[in-house]
């Protein structure tokens, strides 16, 4: 029963890091299971949908599960982008300007904190403010293909936190939160969109929880030190 439980927990969790770095480079639109609008091509909202910008996909998720069919979800990086390295285009950075939301996290692409600082963007959500981010690894470097080592420094905290499922929840909640105050006619719609979603989160939580405590390997090897959320929440150490 463990083993099955471990099986799909990591079928899981590969799911959710393969939809966070997508490999398709074409930039496309589709609708959530939730029925939100998603596009990474900044494409018009139909009328009285709210128009909200993401800065990269674990945003994305969090927001279209918050807004449901009430909200045209923009993600501005494209598929097949690395979001540390993020470069905003022009036509990105004057959509800012045009959305009802924008939603991000500080620190984790500057190129999108000096762009929305700059920006007339009407709201704006820095998500490191709704969550109490981890302190940063001691080594935080990311592989390049070369070979060579690249130092994406986010300061002194893990922004990575969407891999704490308990984290991702509370994502959504602040988003929701924030869409009830710019769209208050359809605030009852976003506080059950976050209740549901905070549901689901906590099972897979709980699931995770329940296939991992009689765990007897512990270790997780990477290059790539940006599990921290993880390891913490389910007892398990990260080497990287």
């Known amino acids: 029963m463990i083993l099955v439980k471990l099986r799909t927990l990591a079928l899981t969790t590969v799911a959710f890091l393969a939809l966070s770095a997508c490999s398709s480079n074409t930039p496309s639109t589709s609708t959530s299971a939730s029925g939100a609008a998603s596009t990474s ?99 935080h470097d990311h592989d390049s293909e070369a070979g060579e080592t690249e130092d994406h420094n986010h300061g002194t905290t893990d922004p ?28 009852s719609t976003y506080e059950m969109n976050a209740k549901n979603v905070t549901n689901d989160l906590t099972a897979l939580d709980e699931e995770y929880k329940s296939g991992l405590k009689n765990c007897q390997v512990k270790t997780i090897i990477t290059t790539h030190a940006a599990f921290g959320y993880l390891t913490e929440r389910y007892g398990l150490e990260q080497i990287g």
Not at 97 to 112: I, M, R, S, T
Not at 160 to 186: C, G, M, R
């Open 160 to 187: 990575h936190f969407w891999l704490d499922p308990t984290l991702e929840a509370k994502a959504v909640s602040a988003i929701a939160d924030e869409l009830s105050k710019i769209d208050a006619q359809n605030k």
């Open 41 to 139: 091509s900044g494409s018009a909202a139909a009328p009285g949908v709210t128009k909200v910008s993401v800065a990269f996909y674990p945003l994305e998720y969090a927001a279209t599960k918050a807004g449901g069919d009430k909200v045209n979800v923009t993600n501005l990086t494209l598929p097949g982008q690395e979001p540390h390295d993020l470069e905003l285009t022009p036509q990105q950075i004057t959509s800012l300007e045009e959305a009802d939301l924008v939603v991000y996290l500080k620190g984790f692409q500057p190129a999108v904190d000096k762009a929305v600082e700059q920006s007339g963007a009407k709201n704006k959500l820095d998500l490191s403010q709704a969550i109490q981010l981890r302190p940063a690894a001691a080594d």
